[in-house]
C-alpha cells in the first residue's frame, strides 16, 4: 500500500494532467484494455514498477494504475534527459 502512496504522491506532485489513452493503447499489444506483465515487459522501467503499480493484484495494469506508474517513470527520465542535454551542449563547444 505504501509504493502506490507514493505513486499518487509523486504523480500529483510532479506531472500534472492525465496520461494521454494513446499511449496505455500502444503499450496494449493484444488491446484487452489492461497491460500484462509480458506487455509491461517491453519497458524495463514499467517492468520494474509493476507489482507496486498493479494496485488491485490482478496481474494487469488498467488505465487509471498505468497513468500512475507512467508519471512516475516520466518524471524520473526527465533530470536523465536534461543531463544529456547539458553535457551534449557542453562537448559540443
Not at 505504501?2 to 494521454?20: D, N, Q, R, Y
Not at 493484484?57 to 533530470?79: F, H, M, T, W
Request: glycine content about 8%; proline content about 2%; charged content about 25%.
Amino acid at each position: 500500500m505504501k509504493h502506490i502512496v507514493s505513486l499518487a504522491i509523486l504523480s500529483v506532485l510532479f506531472l500534472p494532467g492525465c496520461v494521454s489513452s494513446g499511449k496505455f493503447k500502444n503499450m496494449d499489444d493484444d488491446s484487452s484494455g489492461g497491460i500484462s506483465r509480458q506487455e509491461a515487459s517491453h519497458s524495463q522501467a514499467l517492468a520494474d514498477l509493476f507489482n507496486s503499480a498493479d494496485e488491485n493484484n490482478d496481474g494487469v495494469l488498467d488505465e487509471e494504475e498505468y497513468a500512475l506508474v507512467y508519471q512516475v517513470i516520466s518524471k524520473n527520465r526527465a533530470p536523465t534527459q536534461q543531463r544529456r542535454k547539458m553535457m551534449t551542449e557542453k562537448g559540443g563547444r
